[in-house]
């Protein structure tokens, strides 16, 4: 069994920057694939950006590429999302999620291939 707990959302002006934390406990070991996800009101849970937890391999979806980074920290077991440049149509419920691969190849955008997922954090950004 595996738990997400996200923090560090919020509310950030068109242009800033945020960090979250997704702190994962129990059994995280290799070849398990972590990402984040969002869901914006109307719309369906879409995949932002992944990382494999032991080959550090990334995947990242074009509406962010260039603003935002996955990065994991083994002494905590803990992953973050890194935004910048943050715009209004980022403004959504982020959620953390992980799964077990198998493998340390690129990690999938399928969010139906997840397995285990966090609470949410709500980021809105204003123009």
């Known amino acids: 069994q595996v738990l997400l707990v996200e923090s560090g959302g919020g509310v950030v002006q068109a242009g800033g920057s945020l960090r979250l934390s997704c702190a994962a406990s129990?059994?995280?070991?290799?070849?398990?694939?972590m990402g984040w996800f969002r869901q914006a009101p109307g719309k369906e849970r879409e995949f932002v950006v992944g990382?494999?937890?032991?080959?550090?391999?990334?995947n990242i979806a074009d509406s962010v590429k260039g603003r935002f980074t996955i990065s994991r920290d083994y002494a905590k077991n803990t992953f973050y999302l890194q935004m910048n440049s943050l715009k209004p149509e980022d403004t959504a419920v982020y959620y953390c999620a992980a799964r077990y691969s198998g493998s340390s190849t690129t990690p999938t955008a399928n969010r139906r291939s997840y397995d285990y997922w966090g609470q949410g954090t709500q980021v809105t950004v204003s123009s």
């Open positions: 129990g059994r995280i070991w290799n070849n398990y694939e």
């Open positions: 990382i494999n937890w032991s080959g550090g391999r990334t």
